[in-house]
């Protein structure tokens, strides 16, 4: 399985697998583990429903609506841009925000249309009373392979845990699109330039049918 693959599929099996941890009691959980527990459980209950997913766009909608209350798309956004984000304009923030989280959820959602039996699982959590960041340790399961070590970045904000970044065998997803994106900038000239490119392939995927590459 190529690296991409495997980055993708262990983020769509945390957020949006069939998860065996739905069965799991959330008071054995910790709050932190406890937001990504129940995003999961929505979705396995929804996407089951086979004719659902045949409309990719009800899908991305649906996943959105979903992960949202649990991601914290501003922090993620702007820890992408890096020092784009100080020189950017409130537009622009706003429109990469945006195009960034539609990137994101559809390419969540076209994988979970494509692979399944996945399945995850909790490791312990320690935490400090009081912390308001931390690190929830996942793996993520299927037959035939090695774990994939997912872990998660999550943020107490506003008395919600959110998570902020992704880490696939120790490898940050926000670290990974700030070196595509800042390349895609000196390429492009602006960032205006790289978020209207966002828009287009955006609008392509979403018109594609589930099967298609996104």
Same mark, same amino acid.
């Given at each position: 399985?190529?690296?991409?693959?495997?980055?993708?599929?262990?983020?769509?099996?945390?957020?949006?697998?069939?998860?065996?941890?739905?069965?799991?009691?959330?008071?054995?959980?910790?709050?932190?583990?406890?937001?990504?527990?129940?995003?999961?459980?929505?979705?396995?209950?929804?996407?089951?429903?086979?004719?659902?997913?045949?409309?990719?766009?009800?899908?991305?909608?649906?996943?959105?609506?979903?992960?949202?209350?649990?991601?914290?798309?501003?922090?993620? /956004?702007?820890? &992408?841009?890096? +020092?784009?984000?100080?020189? $950017?304009?409130? =537009?622009?923030?706003?429109?990469?925000?945006? !195009?960034?989280?539609?990137?994101?959820?559809?390419?969540?959602?076209?994988?979970?249309?494509?692979?399944?039996?996945?399945?995850?699982?909790?490791?312990?959590?320690?935490?400090?009373?009081?912390?308001?960041?931390?690190?929830?340790?996942?793996?993520?399961?299927?037959?035939?392979?090695?774990?994939?070590?997912?872990?998660?970045?999550?943020?107490?904000?506003?008395?919600?845990?959110?998570?902020?970044?992704?880490?696939?065998?120790?490898?940050?997803?926000?670290?990974?699109?700030?070196?595509?994106? /800042?390349?895609? &900038?000196?390429? +492009?000239?602006?960032?205006? $330039?790289?978020? =209207?490119?966002?828009?287009?392939?955006?609008? !392509?995927?979403?018109?594609?049918?589930?099967?298609?590459?996104?």
């Amino acid at each position: 399985m190529k690296a991409k693959q495997v980055a993708i599929f262990g983020l769509i099996a945390v957020l949006m697998g069939s998860m065996p941890v739905a069965k799991v009691i959330a008071a054995d959980l910790l709050p932190p583990q406890q937001a990504i527990q129940v995003a999961s459980a929505q979705l396995q209950e929804r996407l089951q429903d086979k004719s659902f997913t045949k409309d990719f766009a009800k899908i991305t909608q649906f996943v959105n609506e979903v992960i949202y209350p649990h991601t914290d798309f501003d922090r993620i /956004s702007e820890l &992408v841009l890096g +020092k784009i984000w100080k020189t $950017a304009t409130v =537009d622009e923030r706003e429109r990469f925000k945006h !195009e960034f989280q539609t990137l994101l959820v559809r390419t969540y959602s076209r994988a979970f249309v494509e692979f399944n039996d996945w399945s995850v699982r909790f490791l312990p959590l320690e935490m400090e009373d009081g912390a308001t960041k931390v690190i929830v340790k996942t793996e993520v399961l299927q037959p035939g392979i090695q774990p994939i070590g997912v872990n998660y970045r999550m943020l107490l904000a506003g008395g919600e845990w959110k998570a902020y970044d992704i880490m696939i065998e120790g490898v940050s997803l926000v670290t990974n699109y700030r070196t595509t994106f /800042s390349n895609e &900038v000196q390429t +492009k000239g602006s960032l205006n $330039a790289v978020i =209207d490119g966002l828009v287009k392939r955006n609008a !392509e995927a979403l018109a594609a049918k589930p099967a298609a590459n996104s």
